[in-house]
């Protein structure tokens, strides 16, 4: 049995789909009972925010197990499984155990190192458990994610990185304009969740003159816009469907939505601007920067220059997804360990079981043979079985650990303690056949 994760994020599926298969409580109690009531899976634990959807199980065959999983997302989203499956990425065994790593440590959030997600995967585990669809799998599972997740928080200064991120692509936008400030300057910010957020309070810092903010939530704009006057920052709200208006009026334009469609697109083009686009997938159009007067600022490129580059967040990052694979190994040997004890307690038991099989009948065939003698010679029976038995008892879960295949005569080298023959220097001198003895010279 392994551990299958089946799921969609901000990184691969539109906000909207997002929006549907978005869980309250309520609804994620019945999917986790539903997912463990299938055939083919025996734990389960959904972890589930505005910016990801994810299921996590206990499988005890791949394929079967997606489809199970895609049952229950289909029958309790109500969105059609071919529609999913546009969208859903799978990880299986160690993959699944590395993505769930990366999700608790922050390093795949729309903002890099963001501490939120944590508490949103300890959350999820402590509802899945309260309500009893996980079990010792998925228990170790999220346990290591968890202590994962802590270390790099704890061991890298990864947690500034995200709004290293933004300062990174503002410091590109504001070159672009040939300024050192936004005085006198008006932007236009596109979303209201933590990038969008971060990139507003940037633009504060740097003197923007006025924020045009625009989501397809007004509410959330309208709190953002909020934040932005009580920090001194003049910020006017306008719906979202009017953004290409908006647009026109100003000499900047973030955009941070994760859309299912482009936000901006050459046709929404009037003058010169420039974009910066800070979300994966892409919100800007590429082909705006073709235009004259157009400048684009893509995250993507700049997260790639920032990895090779030797900065403070680079090395940071480096260092987190360091640990995250140093996690993973020790995780997946710790797993294969606990896969083959019950094996190791089975063969200890059948060797106890013969032991004292072969002893009732030596009982029988020596019936004058003393108590005294006959539990000397058990205890001698017993201390061969347990000195032949404690290195292989020993090797078994070394090779488990190491999770690599080995030959036979290896494993039974291995397991035994035999030791390497010795390689001869000589070969032996064979005598030739008699008929050739006489052409010997």
Same mark, same amino acid.
């Given at each position: ?208 003159? @006025?924020?045009?903010? %625009?989501?397809?939530?007004?509410? /959330? #704009?309208? +709190?953002? $816009? *909020? ?5 001194? !920052? ?70 790639? @220059?920032?990895?090779? %580059?030797?900065?403070?967040?680079? /090395? #940071?990052? +480096?260092? $987190? *997804? ?5 996690? !993973? ?81 290896? #494993? ?10 010795? !390689? ?18």
């Amino acid at each position: 049995m392994s551990v299958l994760v089946v799921g969609m994020s901000h990184r691969t599926a539109p906000v909207a789909l997002l929006e549907r298969l978005s869980m309250d409580p309520d609804v994620q109690h019945g999917a986790a009972s539903a997912l463990v009531e299938q055939p083919s899976l025996s734990e389960a634990m959904i972890v589930s925010t505005c910016n990801r959807l994810e299921v996590y199980t206990v499988t005890t065959a791949f394929h079967t197990g997606v489809e199970d999983v895609l049952r229950v997302l289909a029958d309790v989203s109500g969105v059609d499984p071919a529609q999913l499956r546009r969208y859903l990425y799978v990880r299986y065994a160690d993959a699944a155990a590395e993505h769930l790593f990366t999700v608790a440590a922050g390093l795949d959030s729309m903002v890099v190192g963001e501490q939120q997600i944590i508490g949103q995967v300890r959350t999820a585990y402590v509802d899945a458990g309260e309500r009893g669809t996980v079990g010792p799998n998925l228990h170790a599972l999220a346990q290591a994610a968890l202590h994962t997740g802590k270390r790099v928080h704890t061991e890298t200064g990864i947690d500034d990185s995200g709004a290293s991120m933004v300062t990174v692509a503002l410091d590109e936008a504001t070159g672009l304009m040939r300024i050192d400030d936004l005085r006198g300057k008006r932007a236009l910010v596109l979303g209201a969740g933590a990038m969008s957020s971060l990139a507003a309070t940037d633009l504060g810092r740097r003197g923007v003159d @006025s924020l045009v903010i %625009a989501n397809r939530t007004r509410e /959330r #704009a309208e +709190r953002l $816009a *909020e934040h932005a006057r009580e920090a001194g !920052v003049a910020a006017e709200v306008v719906d979202f469907a009017d953004r290409a208006a908006a647009l026109r009026g100003v000499d900047l334009a973030v955009s941070a939505t994760a859309s299912d469609e482009f936000t901006i697109t050459p046709d929404d083009i009037a003058g010169p601007v420039v974009l910066a686009d800070l979300s994966l997938p892409r919100d800007i159009d590429d082909a705006v920067a073709e235009i004259d007067g157009v400048e684009l600022v893509n995250i993507e490129s700049l997260h790639e @220059s920032m990895l090779a %580059a030797d900065t403070e967040d680079s /090395r #940071a990052l +480096r260092r $987190a *997804e360091a640990i995250i694979a140093e996690e !993973v190994e020790l995780f997946g040997s710790q797993q294969r360990v606990r896969e083959v004890a019950p094996a190791v307690t089975r063969l200890r038991r059948n060797a106890e079981e013969i032991t004292g099989q072969e002893l009732e009948r030596l009982r029988t065939k020596l019936p004058d043979l003393s108590e005294e003698d006959f539990d000397q010679v058990g205890r001698a029976v017993r201390r061969v079985v347990d000195k032949l038995l404690h290195t292989p008892t020993v090797k078994i879960k070394e090779l488990a650990a190491t999770g690599g295949s080995v030959s036979v005569e290896d #494993a039974v080298t291995e397991l035994f303690g035999l030791g390497r023959p010795a !390689v001869a220097v000589e070969a032996q001198r064979l005598p030739l056949p008699e008929e050739l003895h006489g052409k010997e010279k």
